[in-house]
């Protein structure tokens, strides 16, 4: 949608809203590569809606810049639907928790705490597929009109008009409303994983992978301390439904090939560099259950990752559970006897220690963290610990 477009749009909003049913009713074919819709539809309202999002998202600070992790996660959609390539734009998004998700008009959104959880590019086609599957569909679409047809007028114009369409995110700021609207039925969602699965297969990656992850997220999910779940989850079927449909069509598939794409080695290559950060972001995400059976299912395939354990033990000691604290400590000890650590797990070692009431400890934690990090901005606070301790 070009400028010109943008300026006659209210007029046109105003009037895709008093469209015949004809126009706004019945099947939704697929959207074919390339195509915009006309300047007098209620889709190219909603297109407007959703661009107004993602403008908003892209100018918010979060999205990711790092040109070859873009490039890797665009390459992977690329392989998905190669005739959608060239309509769909990539935000990775510094956030934390699961989630990916598309605009009707073609931007995908990848969280950074999807990234963290998985452990193989053939997960992440999986997700990717499915998502591409609403974008193909249309089924936000769908779901829009349906939406007009079951509410009133001025409701209706109200969410329309409120930025939505779309996004099942926050920083965008004013999409409270699109609650509505960021969910699908369950047959749109089997729908999607349906067409998924056979896309990810296709572009050659091994469909096994899709039963580990869904064994990934009931874990975690099942762990979760938020009362309401997230919109990944609540959105979705059944994921033991969800599980065996997997099974059954990898069953469908019949001997599966030895060359197919696993994608373990290139994934950790793109991502490892970003761990710390997008750990940080974990930690501060509050959802201690869920997030520790994230690091438990990361540690089982790098059980020498220093940072893991660091991560566990930040996590422990903000949780202050009965046994955490002791816990906790051991995670940093944990921590500290790899060799590639963050150095502020000494510290945060100490101050376990201390609150354990085991000060001789504490006094050592701190020292060998002086010692690893002398010109630390809290070494003066760090030494003054330790006078008081001894």
Known sequence: ????????????LAAAFALSACVTTG????????EKPAIDTDEAGLWLQSEKAEKAIRESGRVVTDPELNAYVKDIVC??????CKDIRLYIVNTPGMNAFMSPSGAMFVWTGTLLRFENEAQLAHLLGHELAHYRLRHRLKKWREM????????FFTVATAGVGLFPLTIAGGLAAADSL??????????????????MVAAGYDPQEVVRFWEMTVNEEAESNRVAPSVFFSTHP?????????RKRIEELGELSDSLVVGREQYIAQTSRFRRAWLEQEVKYSDFGRSLVVIEQLLEKDPEAGDLYFAKGEILWRRDEEGDLESAADAYA???SRVDYPLQAHRSLGLVFWELERKGEAASAFETYLAVSPDADDHLIIRSYIDQLK
Do not use: C, W
């Open 1 to 12: 949608m070009n400028e010109k477009q943008r300026h006659r749009f209210l007029p046109a």
């Open 27 to 34: 099947e939704v074919e697929p959207l074919a590569p390339g």
């Open 79 to 84: 392989k998905l639907e190669p005739e959608y």
């Open 148 to 155: 007009r047809a079951t509410s009133d007028g001025l409701a």
């Open 182 to 199: 960021s969910s699908f039925s369950r047959e749109t969602e089997r729908e999607a994983d349906d067409i998924g699965f056979e896309r």
């Open 238 to 246: 059944q994921s033991d439904e969800r599980q065996e449909a997997i």
């Open 334 to 336: 944990e921590a500290v």
